[in-house]
């Protein structure tokens, strides 16, 4: 079973927009790229719901995000308490009985994705989260840079006594 451990290895949340993203590039068993570091993660089903594929699994962006914020899944069903099936933001979202979800049901649930997605880069959120990443990459490849800078200047000094 999936932990938040291992959840948070793969995606980062957004508790105010509800999004999940990438913060890795995913591969296939294959090794072909399905997703890009930085990418928002997830698709709409047929129901309105955001499904996001982890470890060869699907599950439900709601009961993720449940899982990524409270260290667990859902003990009950997820209600979506305005109603759109795919604002997954946490303030949104409460661990229900399913009866108290079929009675919040609403038949005329708006599907709001595009506007939320575009709310979304239009904050940029995806630049900080890419930022930090690349911030943290190039950290890395400096260190190794200065590694290599020092093992070629002991190279040379060795060469030089020849």
């Given amino acids: 079973m999936l932990t938040q451990k291992q959840l948070k290895k793969i995606l980062y949340y957004n508790q105010d927009t509800g999004f999940f993203v990438y913060k890795k590039d995913i591969y296939n068993l294959n090794k072909y790229l399905i997703a890009k570091q930085g990418d928002i993660a997830g698709g709409i089903n047929n129901r ?18 449940w899982l ?8 009950q069903e997820i209600d979506h ?15 229900v009985s399913h009866k108290v979800n079929m009675n919040n049901a609403c038949k005329n649930g708006e599907n709001k994705l595009e506007e939320n997605i575009e709310e979304y880069r239009s904050k940029k959120l995806i630049d900080k989260i890419l930022n930090k990443l690349e911030e943290e990459r190039i950290k890395r490849e400096d260190k190794i840079c200065l590694e290599n800078e020092k093992l070629y200047k002991r190279q ?5 006594y020849w």
Avoid: C, E, M, T
Avoid at 68 to 75: E, I
Avoid at 156 to 160: D, E, G, P, T
């Fill in 68 to 75: 990524y914020v409270y260290g667990n899944f859902p003990k």
């Fill in 48 to 65: 309105g719901y955001i499904q996001i594929s982890v470890k060869n699994k699907l599950y439900s962006a709601h009961r993720l995000a």
């Fill in 156 to 160: 040379v000094k060795f060469y030089q």
């Fill in 81 to 95: 308490i305005n109603h759109i099936r795919n604002d997954n933001r946490i303030k949104n979202l409460r661990d």
